[in-house]
């Protein structure tokens, strides 16, 4: 009689946030400081526990355009960083569902802040864009992060040689939680870096992407400035940067692959009164205030982030197969938490990896400097099959053209009626777009409506 192979387990499970509907408040005004606010900064350095490859925006004023990692300098968009924090918040504060996709149906008293009916502490503390009378920009400013140093990034060296599908099966499949409910799905940290059983990835390549990661062990450096948080806003901040000894964030694309396992290390943690400038003699302290270190420590014990813990603590000997269950199987729901980590959280020293790389960071391949183009009054087509987008001049000459992730961060510059039109009729005219061109590679980095 022949053994069945072990059932893979998924890449993601699901936790449940924390405690009971988000408690809302009126928002203050931006100009008003409060009496008992803090406001400080972080310097925050990020390991890489596993390769990592993101698509992002840069924060550059004036400049806002998809930043790929193919891109030297390679930095982390300040964007990317802030969903990656705020994630964890909205989990342990609890927070509203403000990222729709993060659970397209959540339970009564869980819906994204409008405004209206105030706003919950993940709101109050990164902003809002549904607020009512326009979007309010929140407290804390995270900026891109940057390489340590020279040495401290280098490529993975699988760049540019692996692809990876990039999709997951849609909320209401099977590996989904059947009843709705404040559920987070989270990613399993696993060390190795393999194809999903499960999958069909066939030989086309189609929605596959090429990865251009940075290697295991690569260093980054970034800081968070915040502005008037209370203790309590900050000490959940703190928490969601800096977690419990042992756990890693997740970032960037692949993660079911076991891409983007990171951790963030506080270098400098500098806190002083909101109110402090308008005060003669208030200085500046390093650490956390008494009071928001007590609250801290309350998140560190709180027993409904015990699946948090158990999900997010890095394991370097884990080694069950990660996949989705083959098309036949039969699911019946997300597996149990403490059936794949039957121990309870124990805090764990993490010795960060050996950077992996040796190919220096700079671009791998071309050698021709890049130029870039602008061309007004495009026509732009849409292919979904290929996830490709193309601009062409009125007279058919093509222009550029964006393929893959790049393809859905390019549409999400639209604005949403163009977006929409474009996504329908599968043309747009007279759009402005910016190309990228690097001997005959023409990319689309940037596209914007059409000129009124
Ligand atoms: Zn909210």
Redesign the pocket.
Known sequence: MSTLPAQPVPPFVFVRRRGDA?P?EMVTGWDRLTDDGWSGSYEVELVCFTPLEIAGETEVPGARRPKLFTDPPIVIPGTSLKGMIRSVFELVAP??Y?VGSRNPDPPKGWH??SGAGG??P??RTFG?LKAAGGAYRGRVSIRDARPVDEASVARDPDSGRRWLYFGSPKWGAGLYPKQPGPWQKLYLHHPRLERLPGIDHGTDRQGEHQVHAVARGSRFAFTIAFSDLDDRQLALLDYSIELQPGLLHRLGHGKPYGMGSVQLVVTRRHVWPAAGKLRAGTGERDGLPPRAAELRKDLEQAPELEDFRRVALWRPDFDRPIGYPGRDARVSGPPRIDEIFPEPYAPAELAPPELAGGAAPARPVAQVRPTEEIHRGTVLNYRPGQQELEAVSTDGTRLGIARGSRTSSLLSELPDELRNRLKKKKTLRGVSVTVRVEGNEKTIVAIGPPDS
Request: charged residues 10%; positive net charge.
């Open positions: 988000p809302r927070g509203c403000a994204a802040c706003a919950c993940a709101c809002s």
